[in-house]
């Protein structure tokens, strides 16, 4: 990379457009470390199996249901091994099972599940607006304002939207600025559209931004917070390498990118900012790293865009669990009050799930230790 004298030198006599190409590719590596604090956040260890308990809890609700009738939905629901029934016998604290006709099994919600269902539609029907919105900003990151249908419809779940919200006919979607215009044949040539494309109105400021405002009072400079792991130590080149990324131009994900160099170190910059806000606009603040590819060629993001998750250990947390690999923005568990990020409406909902599995932990020991019903009963929650 130039000397970040020479770019600053630079800056007062170019325009910025040619100073963004001026940024050179600096090939940094940062050592991974592994944080306990990370893997131990409920939401976030248990992020693979909420997805498809939920679904399934919502395909249950609101009658018994005999198992034949979910029982091929185990590769649609990504359910680990795609067996249903094995499934719903982990959690029965969620799930209660039943023996029907031909010793067919049953089963139905429990009533603390039914309860948290409940909440969960009170909570959208009441913040509607606001989680509707962390979708328009992801439509507002394109360059078209437009993002395919199924491309949209795999960030309902991260969105804490719910998943039936763009085939519903009783969710009118229009209310919340959107529409879906053929754009081709077939499920792939439809998109999602905002009503008012967004060209005419004052665009949002990002996470990044408005941490900026917060603390340094303008935008002018929009540093990364950065969070680096306990006893990590860094070699005085990467040390210097992250000052001076720190003082590259910060474009936001709402802006035109395309004057950007894509092999210079202010693309890449822009990448982090792209993926801190997509992250930020989620529920957990975190996601399973290959949901993120479909959005790559719609955000700007580069070819071999999981390594900004690599060079960067300071931003983002990879948490390695069942085979797969969880992104985590450590700005959301780390800063505290320090932070533009909004804790999502639909958080609490998310922990009450996750409680409902550790209750069915729970009741699964108790069952195994052969404890009387009573006493399971009283210690281990509704089963």
């Avoid at 948290?116 to 913040?127: D, G, N, P, Q, S």
């Avoid at 005085?236 to 131009?249: A, M, N, S, V, Y």
Wanted: overall charge positive; charged content about 25%.
């Amino acid at each position: 990379m130039q000397s970040l004298a020479k770019s600053r030198s630079l800056e007062s006599v170019l325009p910025l457009a040619v100073h963004l190409q001026s940024m050179a590719y600096v090939n940094v590596t940062m050592r991974w470390k592994k944080d306990s604090s990370f893997d131990a956040i409920p939401e976030i260890s248990h992020a693979r199996d909420i997805r498809p308990l939920v679904s399934l809890a919502h395909i249950l609700s609101p009658s018994p249901t005999p198992v034949s009738a979910v029982s091929k939905l185990g590769p649609l629901l990504e359910i680990p091994d795609r067996r249903v029934t094995a499934f719903l016998r982990r959690f029965p604290a969620a799930f209660v099972e039943s023996v029907g006709q031909h010793n067919i099994p049953w089963f139905r919600l429990s009533d603390a599940a039914t309860r948290l269902l409940r909440e969960e539609r009170a909570v959208f029907a009441a913040r509607r607006a606001d989680v509707c919105a962390r979708l328009r900003r992801i439509v507002l990151m394109t360059p078209r304002r437009r993002l395919p249908l199924h491309i949209a419809q795999g960030m309902l779940w991260h969105l804490g939207i719910p998943e039936n919200y763009l085939k519903d006919l009783d969710h009118d979607i229009a209310q919340d600025g959107f529409r879906i215009v053929i754009s081709g044949d077939g499920d792939h040539g439809r998109e999602l559209e905002l009503i008012d494309d967004g060209k005419n109105e004052e665009m949002p400021l990002s996470v990044l931004q408005v941490n900026a405002m917060r603390k340094l009072g303008s935008v002018e400079e929009v540093p990364v917070p950065l969070f680096p792991s306990k006893g990590l130590r860094l070699k005085q080149k990467i040390k210097d390498w992250l000052e001076g990324f720190q003082r590259l131009p910060y474009v936001s994900p709402y802006e035109n990118f395309s004057h950007i160099n894509p092999g210079s170190d202010v693309s890449e910059k822009r990448a982090v900012g792209v993926l801190h806000e997509l992250l930020s606009l989620f529920v957990t603040c975190s996601a399973e790293r290959r949901r993120l590819r479909c959005l790559r060629q719609h955000l700007g993001l580069p070819q071999k865009f999981h390594l900004v998750f690599e060079r960067h250990p300071h931003v983002f947390y990879l948490l390695l669990k069942e085979k797969t690999c969880f992104v985590v923005l450590k700005e959301a568990y780390i800063a505290g009050e320090d932070t533009a990020i909004e804790a999502h409406p639909m958080l609490e909902v998310f922990k009450k799930y996750v409680e409902l599995m550790e209750q069915s932990r729970e009741i699964i020991r108790c069952r195994r230790s052969g404890k009387p019903i009573e006493l399971e009963s009283k210690a281990c929650g509704d089963s």
